[in-house]
């Protein structure tokens, strides 16, 4: 299938081409794709769900996905997996849990391995997540890999955070030393109904209360049980009410136009990145001869202002090739 046919394909709603279109660009090979859909970024919003290993955020998202369908909702779910997407390992993990949805046509569930990426979320997740965006979804969704580490990923791909923590496992702490309540819109103590639930809340309140003036509005704290139903609907209610706020507030547009120099910036990285590589590589001797130092000043000087006529830039890839 030609990338024009996938665009248009991908433009008519259709679901194969959908999944042809996410596959070409975690390949690495959606330049055109990307492009193609740029117009119809901004659709709707993206919803980030991460937290700690085991807290029921694959549970907790089924019972959203559950509730927005009867609303008659469509929803696109892109679930990060620290692994392959065949290893059959937390995958395998999430296929169950989701099974529920997976031959419901209004719900498309795509999953995409983080390669080791910093904050969990890897670089072509983020671009599939634009083209998730383009097809038009009613809800979007990114569930990444529970690392308990700052997710920072997340809140650059998505204009709203959500946090799953569940008690009896030290969350609460974790997720102050990691960061997570700096970037959480909401926070959700799923499992409520296990004992510990409400020190937990009483523990995060109190955190929330030392925050330091200026850090940013705080998360709004919700006690759910994926398990029996619990406050799921209070929690998809005021997923709505935050977004609204954020919107009204300006706080959407300054997330999304961060958005887009953050891509800017990556996509001129990973250029020069590739660019230094075959620098180095193709002028090996050269940099061996003086300092460090002075081979950095030759590699940059070379890079940004390449004397015209030389062979500085031969094997270097296009400037087209971003």
């Known amino acids: 299938m030609r990338s024009e046919e996938v665009l248009e394909g991908v433009r008519a709603r259709d679901q194969r081409s959908?999944?042809?279109?996410?596959?070409?660009?975690e390949a690495g090979e959606g330049e055109e794709i990307l492009d193609g859909l740029a117009d119809l970024a901004g659709q709707g919003a993206r919803l980030g769900v991460t937290g700690s290993p085991g807290a029921g955020k694959s549970t907790l998202l089924s019972s959203l996905v559950g509730y927005w369908r009867g609303l008659g909702?469509?929803?696109?779910?892109?679930?990060?997996?620290?692994?392959?997407?065949f290893s059959g390992g937390a995958l395998l993990g999430d296929r169950i849990r989701m099974q529920e949805h997976s031959l419901d046509e209004g719900v498309f569930i795509r999953s995409v391995a983080s390669r080791g990426a910093v904050g969990g979320l890897a670089?072509?997740?983020?671009?599939?997540?634009?083209v998730l965006e383009a097809f038009g979804f009613d809800r979007l969704v990114v569930e990444t890999v529970?690392?308990?580490?700052?997710?920072?990923?997340?809140?650059?791909?998505?204009?709203l955070v959500l946090v799953v923590l569940?008690?009896?496992a030290g969350d609460g702490?974790?997720?102050?030393?990691?960061?997570?309540l700096e970037i959480a819109d909401l926070l959700v103590l799923n499992k409520a109904d296990l004992e510990g639930s409400a020190r937990l809340e009483s523990e995060l309140r109190e955190m929330l209360e030392l925050r330091e003036e200026g850090v940013g509005r705080a998360p709004e704290v919700y006690r759910v049980s994926a398990k029996t139903g619990e406050g799921v609907q209070e929690l998809a209610e005021g997923i709505d009410r935050r977004l609204r706020r954020l919107e009204d507030e300006g706080v959407l547009e300054e997330r999304r136009a961060r958005r887009r120099r953050e891509a800017v910036k990556r996509l001129v990285r990973s250029s020069l990145?590739?660019?230094?590589d075959a620098l180095?590589?193709?002028?090996?001797?050269?940099?061996?001869?003086?300092?460090?130092r002075e081979g950095a000043r030759w590699v940059l000087g070379t890079l940004l202002c390449p004397p015209s006529g030389s062979d500085a830039r031969a094997g270097l890839p296009a400037e087209e090739e971003m």
Do not use: N
């Not at 529970?146 to 204009?159: F, H, L, R, S």
């Open 280 to 292: 180095i590589e193709a002028h090996a001797p050269k940099l061996g001869e003086g300092s460090p």
């Open 18 to 25: 959908l999944g042809r279109a996410l596959s070409l660009v």
């Open 73 to 85: 909702e469509t929803v696109g779910v892109l679930a990060v997996d620290p692994s392959s997407p």
């Open 166 to 168: 569940q008690p009896g």
């Open 273 to 276: 990145e590739k660019r230094l």
């Open 173 to 180: 702490i974790q997720a102050m030393k990691a960061g997570l």
């Open 123 to 130: 670089e072509a997740a983020i671009e599939m997540v634009d």
């Open 146 to 159: 529970g690392t308990g580490q700052a997710e920072i990923d997340v809140m650059e791909a998505c204009d």
